[in-house]
């Protein structure tokens, strides 16, 4: 029985010991043929370079800088102290053992530290600064892409990590640089972006003077020229780190700086709404040719409602979005009424979709019975008047409203913004109106600019001084700023007229009406890319 039950022990051990045995040579064997590989050879992993991005004429927006660096190989203590004080010596503070650093430090003592192997690195660079940090992005310090174009599509531009392989005894110290592998790694891919960086530059120096803006210039195929935003920031500061005062600035909850104000800013539109309406009003039975007195102001529901000015009279609606009368489009809200202002509103891909793929993109506003129940209890009596002329609570982007007017201009529908060549765009923003209402409305567009009154005549004006012969559609708009009495000035654009090319839409923010500040602007953008794209 004693026999039994040591022989019985000893099967037990040697059972546990098989499994054992099947476990370090079987299971784990990869893991521990791995980790000798590691004990004869030192591995150093070489990022690559992230794919160059271009703008539409082969500019390069965001590229790499390239240099060589090096690593120091070894375990001796002395060799290592020696390494810590010299690089003191050399930058000022303390580096890691077997951190990367410059290395024409490490030649002119090769004497002392004796086996040292270059690496290739790259740093991002950014060659425009900050004319488009808030659509191209910007990368942090270990090569990341962390906001706009560089975030969006960071797995394509990041590239394939390599690495060089180096055999090496358990002192550390190279055994045969004849044997040294270099896996390299492979670039990121390229992207040619349809913007251009000298329109970018040129739209900065109209804005000069300006503290808060944007800027949205489309083709009517959908190609995106410009997102230009204001305040702006060095997206290089990011990869390179940043200084208390550039913490404080990007912090500055005021400006904004890191906001992108051509989708994430959300404005009442002003008299650019009116465009809107005029599309709701004739497509809902309004007989565009309706005529009326223009007093200057309105009484609905105990309250008034003041125009601009005084218009006198009013022939047709192609008139009064002439000359933005307010009070023709009082009239034209309390003939829609809140419910089926609010409730077409809805149904238009810019109050219920985001147009472009960056997550900081907002989706424009248009509140409706269910929203003022919730948030005052009551619907405003005058909430239908003030939406009729893009007042209110009604916010939209500067970028749907640029695709706003590019489907009129197109003649109902507008390609979703392309950002760069190779890029397939499938969805198409359509206006669910007649032909005939865009036609009228596109007609009273032309007026604005046109017209004898129209508000936007400064631009016919110039064009024609500047000796271009070319017929243009927009709408002006001064919007209410909580922040001060001076309005946000807003102007939209399409040209030329019959054969449209372009959509500009302008917003300057506390600067004052449309009609003074954003309508000259977007006049200098149009000759620009009339002269740079159409009349070549």
């Given amino acids: 029985m004693r026999i039994f039950l ?10 546990i010991f098989l499994l054992k045995l099947f476990e370090l040579q079987i299971l784990r064997g990869e893991e521990f043929r791995r980790k000798s590989y590691n004990n004869h ?25 390239t240099s060589t660096k090096n690593f120091i190989i070894t375990k001796e203590n002395d060799i290592l102290k020696e390494y810590k004080n010299y690089i003191a010596s050399l930058n000022g503070y303390y580096s890691d053992v077997m951190d990367y650093f410059e290395s024409s430090s490490v030649i002119s003592r090769r004497d002392l530290f004796g086996d040292v192997v270059f690496v290739p690195i790259t740093s991002r660079v950014y060659p425009y600064g ?4 808030h659509f191209i992005g910007y990368v942090n310090s270990d090569g990341t892409g ?17 690495e060089i392989i180096i055999p090496v005894d358990a002192r550390m110290n190279i055994t045969d640089r004849n044997k040294i592998i270099y896996n390299f790694p492979k670039k990121g891919k390229d992207y040619r972006l349809t913007i251009d960086i000298q329109l970018h530059k040129f739209i900065d120096s109209l804005l000069e003077k300006y503290e808060k803006a944007s800027v949205v210039v489309l083709k009517t195929n959908g190609e995106v020229l410009a997102l230009y935003s204001k305040p702006k920031y060095d997206p290089q500061m990011f990869s390179r780190g940043l200084t208390k005062s550039e913490w404080n600035y990007i912090n500055n909850k005021e400006l904004a700086p890191l906001m992108d104000r051509t989708i994430s800013g959300l404005y009442p539109p002003g008299s650019i709404g009116k465009v809107l309406t005029t599309l709701l009003a004739i497509e809902n039975g309004w007989n565009w ?7 200057g102001y309105v009484v609905y529901g105990g309250n008034v409602f003041k125009d601009w000015t005084i218009h006198y009279h009013i022939s047709s609606i192609l008139e009064a979005l002439e000359v933005s009368c307010n009070v023709y489009y009082y009239n034209l809200g309390r003939f829609l009424g809140i419910r089926k202002i609010t409730e077409n509103y809805k149904k238009l891909d810019i109050f219920r979709r985001k147009f472009t793929p960056f997550p ?3 989706v424009s506003f248009v509140p409706d019975s269910d929203w003022y129940m919730k948030n005052y209890k009551f619907i405003p009596g005058g909430s239908a008047l003030n939406l009729a002329i893009g ?4 916010l939209l982007t500067p970028l749907a409203i640029s695709m706003l007017v590019g489907a009129i201009a197109n003649g109902g529908k507008m390609p979703y913004p392309k950002f760069y060549f190779d890029q397939i765009v499938k969805d198409t923003f359509k206006l669910p ?25 400064y631009l016919n004006y110039k064009l024609m001084e500047y000796g271009l012969n070319v017929n243009v559609a927009g709408k002006t708009g001064s919007s209410e700023n909580p922040h001060s009495k001076k309005t946000h000035s807003l102007f939209t654009t399409f040209a030329p007229f019959e054969d449209p090319q372009f959509i500009i839409t302008v917003v300057v923010e506390t600067a004052g009406h449309g009609s003074d500040v954003a309508v000259p602007i977007a006049t200098e953008i149009l000759r620009w890319c009339l002269l740079h794209y159409y009349y070549q």
Wanted: glycine share 10%; net charge positive; proline share 5%.
């Fill in 6 to 15: 040591i022989f019985s022990i000893v099967i037990i051990f040697y059972f």
């Fill in 41 to 65: 050879f030192y591995i150093i992993k070489v990022k690559p370079s992230r794919g160059n991005i271009y703008d539409r004429n082969g500019f390069i927006i965001a590229g790499n800088l």
């Fill in 130 to 133: 900050d004319l488009t940090p």
């Fill in 146 to 162: 962390i906001e706009g174009f560089e975030k969006i599509f960071d797995d394509s531009l990041r590239g394939q990590e390599g």
């Fill in 289 to 295: 040719r309706t005529s009326m007195p223009c007093p």
């Fill in 360 to 362: 900081q993109e907002k």
């Fill in 391 to 394: 007042q209110g609570e009604l």
């Fill in 433 to 457: 109106f007649s032909d005939s209402t865009i036609k009228i409305t596109k007609m009273a567009m032309l007026n604005v600019v046109k017209g004898p009154r129209g508000t936007a005549g």
